[in-house]
């Protein structure tokens, strides 16, 4: 009996012994994956946009004689507001009428009638680099004057976004969204930013929380 549980002893230790004595296997370390491509922010430019517009002072409806043109006080709130560049159109002869507003409505009455296109002085500086065009102008016997379409006309419009703006006192936009869509089949033309020329004149404030208002909409 002795000698049977002296053997079952040795058993258990050899056993015991082989255990210990093998080589565990080793760990593999982890490595932590190594990222490869750095993440780019791609930053676009902001449109470059321009302020085109054709204003008149004199004499004006309501407003009485005026040294600044109800569509120029617009015109340069929003290119402060924007940072945008400008360009004023200006007839090469100005025959246009100062000193009465009937006479310059009935001017502007004859051109429609022969559909005129007056020349414009100078040009804006590289008009084709310019994605967004700011137009203004003021509503003449329900139209714009026939120098804006002048200016449609002689450029190159393919790609760009128009965002026009008036003038008026009753008429409103006068149907000129419409009217530019037409001339400028390939331009994007939103909706017309219509305020009266009263308001350029008199009500400053209101019409710079107006024209703020508008141009949040742009992203300005």
Known sequence: MKRFLSLILTLSMLAL??????????PQP???????AESTVQKTDASK????????AGEQYKVGRI????????????????????FEI???????????YDALIE???KEQADNARPEIKGDAVNFDSYDTVFLGYPIWWGDMPMIMYSFLEKHDFSGKTVIPFCTHEGSGNAGTKAK????LPSAKVEDVFAVRGEEAQKQRSTLQGKVDEWLKGYGY
Not at 30 to 36: D, G, L, R, V
Not at 180 to 183: D, F, G, V
């Open 90 to 100: 200006t007839p090469a002869q100005d025959n246009y009428p100062m000193d009465s």
């Open 17 to 26: 012994l082989a255990s210990c004595g093998a080589a565990a296997p080793s």
């Open 67 to 86: 040294d600044e043109g109800n569509t120029a006080v617009v015109a340069k709130m929003a290119a402060e507001k924007t940072g945008a560049d400008v």
């Open 49 to 56: 946009a321009i302020v085109v517009y054709f204003s008149r």
């Open 107 to 109: 001017y502007a009455k």
């Open 30 to 36: 982890t490595q932590k994956a190594e990222k490869t």
């Open 180 to 183: 530019i869509e037409k001339a």
